[in-house]
């Protein structure tokens, strides 16, 4: 059974950059598609964008401009950095993966999310 | 705004079958996938349905999907009260060259 956790700063600066990192546990990093999804307080879902292994990337256009997903299988992680943040990038941040090799989104494992504010 | 679109709410009694509408366009349902969320308060969402009508392992078949044209439901039977919560949909865009989502159905059952 694929387990995700999130790590990170909870609190970060408004026009600093937010850096979270993503572990793997439980099944191999190879042959997925590794993706960032967010949701604000009280509202609803934002997909972010994902990351393949082989470093493949597409992003959320809303957000392509500050978003960075880089992966690292020898450790078994995935991060993501969000750049030039303001309080509207307040949210709980999600890593997830799909159900099967190959798919896109179909997201079944998901880590337990971690609130991150940006402070003024 | 979403580009997907769900009713804010929705409601039945226990033992009812409820329907959750999900509406999109050509260039994201007409064409893609579409997956379900269940989320409960305060925790990470859980996959509900994928391709428009498949359940995951351990997804009770009260649950069910389907899908038409460039619009998409998520089928409740048996209505429990456990099932009392926020659902979301999601498809791929080929327009926006990625995956959007619904706004959310908050599911009250009476």
């Known amino acids: 059974q694929v387990q995700l956790q999130e790590s990170g700063p909870g609190l970060v600066k408004s026009s600093e950059t937010l850096s979270l990192t993503c572990t793997v546990s439980g099944g191999s990093i190879n042959n997925y598609y590794w993706s960032w999804i967010r949701q604000p307080p009280g509202k609803g879902l934002e997909w972010i964008g994902y990351?393949?292994?082989?470093?493949?990337?597409k992003y959320n256009p809303s957000l392509k401009s500050r978003v960075t997903i880089s992966v690292d299988t020898s450790k078994h992680q995935f991060s993501l950095n969000l750049n030039s943040v303001t309080a509207a990038d307040t949210a709980v941040y999600y890593c997830?993966?799909?159900?099967?090799?190959?798919?896109?989104?179909?997201?079944?494992?998901w880590g337990q999310g971690t609130l991150v504010t940006v402070s003024s | 705004q979403s580009v997907l679109t769900q009713p804010p709410s929705a409601s039945g009694t226990p033992g009812q079958r409820v329907t959750i509408s999900c509406s999109g366009s050509s260039s994201n349902i007409g064409t893609n996938n579409v997956n379900w969320y269940q989320q409960l308060s305060g925790t990470a969402p859980k996959l509900l349905i994928y391709?428009?009508?498949q359940r995951p392992s351990g997804v009770p078949d009260r649950f069910s999907g389907s899908k038409s044209g460039t619009s998409a439901s998520l089928a409740i039977s048996g209505l429990q009260s456990e099932d009392e919560t926020d659902y979301y949909c999601?498809?791929?865009?080929?327009?926006?060259?990625?995956?959007?989502f619904g706004g959310g159905t908050k599911l009250t059952v009476l």
């Open positions: 997830a993966s799909p159900l099967m090799p190959g798919y896109l989104y179909g997201w079944a494992y």
């Open positions: 990351i393949y292994y082989t470093g493949t990337t």
């Open positions: 391709g428009n009508n």
């Open positions: 999601a498809a791929w865009d080929d327009s926006l060259n990625g995956v959007v």
